[in-house]
């Protein structure tokens, strides 16, 4: 089975330019979580998708980041525009169960996108 | 609000010795935990998952344990390897309101020396 694949590896922008990761989940798989990871730290949810609805958007810096995932399968998580504690590494999991069914928090993680902001 | 707290940050053994490393959870509501091991500029690869209802689970020389009344889970890593230096996180999974997720401790960087 295919891994979670994420592009780009690493991206390198100056403050206020706009960025955007890409996601492709496992085959199949129902949920769809982007992560933040700051240096030091462990990796904070930003965003859960169930399908193509979002399940769990609380901790979305709304006013610069946003997040889609059409028809249900890839995903992809724009910052516009980045500010310098943006940069992290950004994880993408995915889930073949529904959240709060058994088994759902089985996640797979993708190899993740290093942003820096300079 | 859930949180989860890792200890030691860091920690550096000689090859062989046996470890644990712990990990404390705030809220006891949980369904289960996961201890991921996370090497440099990769993903996390899930180790062990342990379901509320259980103690322990083991595989190979990876053996965790769950208190849920406490709040404490601990990861023991018997003979340890050069090549099981990496950061391992604690992650515990429960539900946040409406909603059930994952939430993560900050990890602790184990070093093993040859």
């Known amino acids: 089975e295919a891994g979670v694949a994420q592009s780009p590896r690493y991206k390198i922008i100056e403050k206020r330019q706009s960025v955007a990761f890409w996601c492709n989940p496992i085959s199949g798989h129902a949920t769809l979580y982007w992560y933040q990871q700051i240096l030091g730290q462990g990796p904070k949810l930003l965003i859960q998708f169930q399908n193509n609805g979002v399940v769990d958007d609380s901790q979305l810096p709304k006013d610069r980041f946003s997040a889609e995932r059409l028809k249900g399968v890839d995903s992809t998580l724009k910052i516009q525009p980045a500010k310098l504690e943006d940069s992290a590494v950004y994880l993408c999991a995915s889930s073949q169960r529904l959240a709060g069914s058994s088994g759902a928090n089985v996640l797979t993680f993708g190899a993740g996108s290093r942003l820096t902001v300079l | 609000k859930q949180e989860v707290t890792q200890i030691p940050a860091a920690l550096s053994v000689p090859e062989g010795e046996n470890l644990v490393l712990n990990c404390s959870f705030t809220?006891?509501?949980?369904?289960?935990l996961q201890w991921f091991r996370q090497d440099p500029g990769k993903g996390l690869t899930s180790l062990l998952l342990?379901?509320?209802?259980?103690r322990e689970q083991t595989s190979g020389r990876l053996n965790a344990s769950l208190d849920k009344s406490s709040g404490r889970s601990t990861l023991y890593i018997a003979a340890s390897q050069p090549g099981d230096s990496a950061t391992y996180l604690c992650?515990?999974?429960?539900?946040?309101?409406?909603?059930?997720?994952?939430?993560f401790g900050k990890g602790t960087l184990l070093t093993v020396n040859p």
């Open positions: 342990i379901q509320s209802s259980q």
């Open positions: 992650a515990v999974y429960g539900s946040g309101g409406s909603n059930y997720k994952l939430t």
């Open positions: 809220d006891s509501a949980i369904y289960n």
